[in-house]
C-alpha cells in the first residue's frame, strides 16, 4: 500500500469520523424540546434544558417542537343560537405543548395537533353557543345604551335586555370544556375568544331588508315632519306677506285721500279765484277723457255740456 493511498484512507476515516461524531450530538435551544425517537418510537423523557447533547449517530433521531405559545386560528362556524338565531362564530386561541412525548404519540407534529384542535375547540363552541341566546354571545357587559331619536323610533330599547353571563365568560367556558381534553394530546388551551359573529347569508339578507324598511320608514317620518314644517313656514309667510299687503294698502290709501284731499282743496282755491276759467279747464278735461276721433255723441244745441264749443261770433 502506497503512501498517498493511506494519506486518502486517513482523510476517509477522518472525514466519516466528523461525519458520525455530528450526528451523534444536537442541540436545544431555549424555544425548543427534543425527543429522541429510535427506529420512530420514542426513548425515554422529553429533553427541555437548552444546550448540546449527545444521541445514538444514525440510530436515534432527535424530533424538535416548540416550546413557544402558538396560534390557532379556526374556520368559522354555523351555529344556531338557543333563540334559534343561525350565525356565523369565528374563534381562535393560543396553544402550546406542554407534554412533547405525549404530543408525539398521539398527533406527531403540529398539523395533526391543529387537526384536532380544530375538532376540540369547535365542538365546545358548537355546544356553548347553542345553550346561550344571541344578546348573550354579542354583548360582554350590561353597558347602558345611548338610547337615539332612531333607537327609539325603532323600539330598539325593548329589544336590549340585561344579559347573565356574556361572551367573555362564554368564551371562557369553550377554553375550560376543551382544555378538558386537551392534555389528552400533550398540548395547553390558553385564551380562547370569539373573534367575530355573522349572521348566516339567508338571516343577514332579511336583516338587512328589516333595517331597509326601518330606515325608509324613519326617513317617512322625517319627510312627514318636514313637509309639516315646511306648511307651518309657507302659512306664516303667507300670513305675514298678507299682513305686509294690508299695511301697504292701508297706508296708499291714507295717502291717496290725503291726496285727494289736498287735491280737493287746490281745485277749490282754483274755483274761487276764477270760477269761469276754472269751468272751462275741467270741461276740456272731460273732452279729452270721453272724446275721441271715432266718439259720436247725440246732443242737442242748446245743451249746456258743447257751450264751450259753439261759436263765439256774434
Known sequence: MTKQTI????????????????NAFYIVSETNQVIITQFGEPIGEAVTNPGLHMKVPFIQVANKFEKRWLEWDGDANEIPTKDKKYIWVDTYARWRISDPLVFFQRVRDERGAQSRIDDIIDGE???AVANFDLIEI?????????ITEEAEILDLASVIVEIQTGRE?????ILEKSSITTPQI??????????????VDEVERKQFDRMISERQRI???YRSEGDGKSAEIRGEKEKELLTI????YRTSQEIKGKADAEA????ARAYNLDPEFYQFMKTLEIYRNIMDKDTWLLLSTDAEFLKYLKSTRK
Open 7 to 22: 494519506q486518502i484512507l486517513i482523510v476517509v476515516a477522518a472525514f466519516l469520523a466528523l461525519f458520525v461524531l455530528f
Open 125 to 127: 363552541t358548537r355546544n
Open 245 to 248: 299687503q294690508s299695511g301697504a
Open 169 to 173: 365568560q362564554i368564551a371562557q367556558i
Open 138 to 146: 354579542v354583548r360582554s357587559t350590561n353597558r347602558e345604551f345611548e
Open 186 to 199: 400533550g398540548v395547553e388551551l390558553k385564551d380562547v375568544k370569539i373573534k367575530r359573529i355573522n349572521y
Open 264 to 267: 280737493t282743496n287746490i281745485y
Open 219 to 221: 326617513a317617512s317620518k
